[in-house]
T-cell receptor
Framework: GQSLEQPSEVTAVEGAIVQINCTYQ??????LSWYQQHDGGAPTFLSY????GLEETGRFSSFLSRSDSYGYLLLQELQMKDSASYFC???????????FGGGTRLMVKP | DGGITQSPKYLFRKEGQNVTLSCEQN?????MYWYRQDPGQGLRLIYY???????QKGDIAEGYSVSREKKESFPLTVTSAQKNPTAFYLC?????????????FGDGTRLSIL
């Protein structure tokens, strides 16, 4: 089985940088994904890390340390539209079935 | 435009009634998934399908059933055996179950008990 832990809520101001952490316990590990979900909406894919290190996509970056069973999502130059829930998800095997964390609600304030 | 369409957006179920949620995709994806999301929670996998006429149970399959007669369609039936069906249901698809390709989600169906 798998379990993932992330903070339930994070607050930051517009223009700032925020880091959302995710720790996981899995019987197998093939990668860590991040998804964004606005209230009542569809989750959308942000990033995927299969190997240790940092992946950068515009204002968003994602980091993975497999030895620490830990990853994070870094959001830079925060905008009001970044207010949403962010979910980390792991792949336990070579298949594409995902196990999701409980989500972190990010509130961006002016 | 390619995408995933879920219908209806809102659905109400009476006691003892089965209801079916529709999910259609025109992305030519092989794999499709159904998730349940409760308020303030993450997504939990109900069923997934890798190919037409094949599907597998996820973590919370009890009280649900699915079919995959066409590549484009993966309907979910919430049966009367599911005693707590009130939730947000999300359908997703990806190019393959053995792929690291991202999952693409529909806009969801919100199911409530009358």
């Amino acid at each position: 089985g798998q379990s993932l832990e992330q903070p339930s809520e994070v607050t930051a101001v517009e223009g700032a940088i925020v880091q959302i952490n995710c720790t996981y316990q899995t019987s197998g590990f093939y990668g860590l994904s991040w998804y964004q979900q606005h209230d009542g909406g569809a989750p959308t894919f942000l990033s995927y890390n299969a190997l240790d290190g940092l992946e950068e996509t515009g204002r968003f970056s994602s980091f993975l340390s497999r030895s620490d069973s830990y990853g994070y999502l870094l959001l830079q130059e925060l905008q009001m539209k970044d207010s949403a829930s962010y979910f980390c998800a792991t792949r336990e095997n070579a298949g594409n079935m995902l196990t999701f964390g409980g989500g972190t609600r990010l509130m961006v304030k002016p | 435009d390619g995408g995933i369409t879920q219908s209806p957006k809102y659905l109400f179920r009476k006691e003892g009634q089965n209801v079916t949620l529709s999910c259609e995709q025109n992305l030519n994806h092989d794999a499709m998934y159904w998730y349940r999301q409760d308020p303030g929670q993450g997504l939990r996998l109900i069923y997934y399908s890798q190919i037409v006429n094949d599907f597998q149970k996820g973590d919370i399959a009890e009280g649900y059933s699915v079919s995959r007669e066409k590549k484009e369609s993966f309907p979910l039936t919430v049966t009367s055996a599911q005693k707590n069906p009130t939730a947000f249901y999300l359908c997703a698809s990806s190019m393959g179950v053995t792929s690291r390709q991202p999952q693409h989600f529909g806009d969801g169906t919100r199911l409530s008990i009358l």
